[in-house]
Nanobody, 115 residues
Framework: QVQLLESGGGLVQPGGSLRLSCAASGIIFSINSMGWYRQAPGRERELVASITSTGRTNYADSAKGRFTISRDNAKNTVDLQMNNLKPEDTAVYYC?????????WGQGTQVTVSP
């Protein structure tokens, strides 16, 4: 009952930047944490960054200092600003929202970092 739509992925050169956006719709009342995960080919899906409704953030070590997660509760969106991108950041990035005991996933957006 929570629908998530990601946007903003694309092809970027190393050192470049991208801004991912996720819009939530449906039953969004009481959504607690929202976050961005990524999954590269042959790898497990991993947390990149998360943010609670009160603004508490958590980042993967690889994202600290380069990525910034933000949330607009009024617009029901969560963004991920990615700077100084590296080839190892290449993955499908997924938005996730937690409401109650359940988690909801977006369809994913491809991020490719390559010369």
């Amino acid at each position: 009952q929570v629908q998530l739509l990601e946007s903003g992925g694309g092809l970027v050169q190393p050192g470049g930047s991208l801004r991912l956006s996720c819009a939530a719709s449906g039953i969004i009342f009481s959504i607690n944490s929202m976050g961005w995960y990524r999954q590269a080919p042959g790898r497990e899906r991993e947390l990149v960054a998360s943010i609670t409704s009160t603004g508490r953030t958590n980042y993967a070590d690889s994202a600290k200092g380069r990525f910034t997660i933000s949330r607009d509760n009024a617009k029901n969106t969560v963004d991920l600003q990615m700077n100084n991108l590296k080839p190892e950041d290449t993955a499908v990035y997924y938005c996730k929202a937690d409401r109650g005991w359940r988690g909801y996933w977006g369809q994913g957006t491809q991020v490719t970092v390559s010369p």
